[in-house]
Each structure stands twice: as C-alpha cells, then as structure tokens.
C-alpha cells in the first residue's frame, strides 16, 4: 500500500460526459502528479500540482482540468469524453523538498467510455 | 515524443536465471532514473533508483547500470524467481523539468518456474 488513494477504482460512462477522478497523497506530500496509460502505451504525464499550484504541464488535452485543493487532494475532471479516453488514470504523489524524489503511485482510476 | 523507450515489450526468463531489461533514452539532460515494477491491477512502485553521476546501483537481486555515453540504462535481476512476474517501467527525470519524469513502455517480464 503506498499511501495514495485513488476514487472510484472502475468508472463506465458514455462518450460526450464528464468525469471527476479524485486523488489523496500520501500524509506529507505536497506534491500531486497526474498520468494516463491507455493499452500499450507508457504512462504518460498529463500534469502535475505542488502544494495547491499548478507546476508542470505535459501531454494534458484541453478537455482534461485538474486541481490541488487547500487539503491537499485532487481532482483530474475530463469532459466531452471520448472512446480514446479509455485507459487508466494514475494519481502519485511526493515529498519533493529538493531535486527529484521518488513517485509514490495510487492503484489508478479504469475510466470506459462506451 | 518519446524520450524514453523500452524496445522489448515482453521477456521470458527461466526462475535462478538472470532478467536483463533494457531502456534507451534521447534528452542528454536526464540525471536521474528509476525503475518501477507493476502488477495487475495495482499502480507502480518504485524498484531502484540511479543518479547520473554512478553508473551502477545495487539493492539485493537488483542491479541498475547506466551508460550516459550511450543512453542507455538496464535493470538485472540476479537471480530472477517467479514473483518477479511483472511489467517494468523505467523513466528519467532532469532537474529542469520540474521533476516532470518520462517513463518507458514497460517490459513485460515472465519468469518460468
């Protein structure tokens, strides 16, 4: 068990709809990194908040937002969903004090879009 | 754009024998790596690390090399047993992306009793 927790585990709904993904850190961490891995493909960085900032930026389409609340939780909400949306959505979390740190993922969201 | 790749998606190794993975990587900026073991239906977790200014890592059965000069980082498991079973990941990481890390494909790795 890392420490991160991750809701819901499974989540099925139809093309066009939105989703909220919700992730909690590890106690501690301040910083929360969202990923995405869809069938035969690595896990590929979407975004990534620090201590309720928005840090960096990666491969995150304009219909996907995330947030880092003031407790430290957050949120990955897709809209307008697509069949390309598929995949499972990995939430990790870290310390990051200084320089890089180890990733400490949840178990990940499965998002079906039907 | 893939910075860091992992060309063998699958591996079968006999268990007692040794599991050699391999990751190649583009940005000659990276200066930290690390390994990640998954299982079904769980997340990744974190295996080994390795700085750029060691070319080698050893933590029991597991062993990272790193040749900047090539790019080039492996993973040898010594010696390999079942519950080694899993898909592994590498991904790198450069101070100036923010800890940002690119991760690999993952090799998917079968030990045989």
């Known amino acids: 068990d890392s420490g991160v927790t991750q809701t819901p585990k499974h989540l099925i709904t139809a093309t066009g709809q939105r989703v909220t993904l919700r992730c909690s850190p590890r106690s501690g961490d301040l910083s929360v990194y969202w990923y995405q891995q869809s069938l035969d493909q690595g896990l590929q960085f979407l975004i990534q908040y620090y201590n309720g900032e928005e840090r960096a930026k990666g491969n995150i389409l304009e219909r996907f937002s995330a947030q880092q609340f003031p407790d430290l939780h957050s949120e990955l909400n897709l809209s307008s969903l697509e069949l390309g949306d598929s995949a499972l959505y990995f939430c990790?979390?870290?310390?990051?004090?200084?320089?890089?740190?180890?990733?400490?993922f949840g178990p990940g969201t499965r998002l079906t879009v039907l | 754009d893939q910075q860091v790749k992992q060309n063998s998606p699958s591996l079968s190794v006999q268990e007692g024998r040794i599991s050699i993975l391999n990751c190649d990587y583009t940005?000659?900026?990276?200066?930290?790596f690390l390994w990640y073991k998954k299982y079904p239906a769980e997340g990744p977790t974190f295996l080994i690390s390795?700085?750029?200014?060691?070319d080698k890592n050893e933590d029991g059965r597991f062993t990272v090399f790193l040749n900047k000069s090539a790019k080039h980082l492996s993973l040898h498991i010594v010696p390999s047993q079942p519950g080694d079973s899993a898909v592994y990941f590498c991904?790198?990481?450069?101070?100036?992306?923010?800890?940002?890390?690119?991760f690999g494909t993952g090799t998917s790795l079968t030990v045989i009793p």
């Open positions: 991904a790198a990481s450069a101070k100036n992306t923010g800890n940002q890390f690119y």
């Open positions: 990790a979390s870290s310390v990051e004090l200084a320089g890089p740190d180890t990733q400490y």
């Open positions: 390795i700085s750029s200014i060691k």
């Open positions: 940005n000659s900026m990276f200066d930290y």
